[in-house]
């Protein structure tokens, strides 16, 4: 598996530029790989040294290793469903959008939160920049 979002985005619409949307998808399908592994350690990789990040605890954090520490936290079971990922891209290398997700806990107990994200090719890898998650109304479908 390729795990660069950039190269992922080239390989999969050769001939048409991204308008962010590709990278976006692609980043967050690592993020969501890693999440439902459990892998702190590579959640926290997808994150720029100086990432700005609200999750959903009320702490504001800076910093991948605070976001390390932020993952390693959540618990074991827990799993992500992505939807309704949009983007634009702000500049050839600064992608900003927005995307439904769905936490899953381990009990079957539904979080759905809207994120949003820009990330910033940097040193020919797309990192996540700034983070905010937004805990949206629970719905009541379980």
């Not at 690592?30 to 990040?53: C, K, M, R, S, Y």
């Amino acid at each position: 598996m390729n795990n660069n979002p950039d190269q992922q985005a080239k390989s999969s619409s050769p001939s048409t530029p991204d308008q962010g949307g590709t990278t976006l998808h692609a980043l967050l399908g690592l993020w969501q790989a890693a999440f439902d592994n459990h892998d702190a350690e590579a959640i926290a990789g997808l994150f720029a040294p100086d990432v700005l990040f609200q999750g959903l605890a009320p702490t504001l954090l800076s910093g991948r290793d605070a976001v390390l520490n932020y993952y390693r936290r959540v618990p074991a079971g827990t799993s992500a469903l992505i939807e309704d990922i949009e983007a634009i891209s702000l500049t050839p290398d600064i992608v900003s959008g927005h995307a439904k997700v769905t936490f899953v806990e381990a009990d079957r107990r539904l979080r759905p939160v809207c994120l949003s994200i820009t990330a910033q090719k940097l040193t020919g890898q797309w990192l996540i920049k700034s983070y905010h998650a937004s805990a949206l109304p629970d719905d009541g479908k379980a």
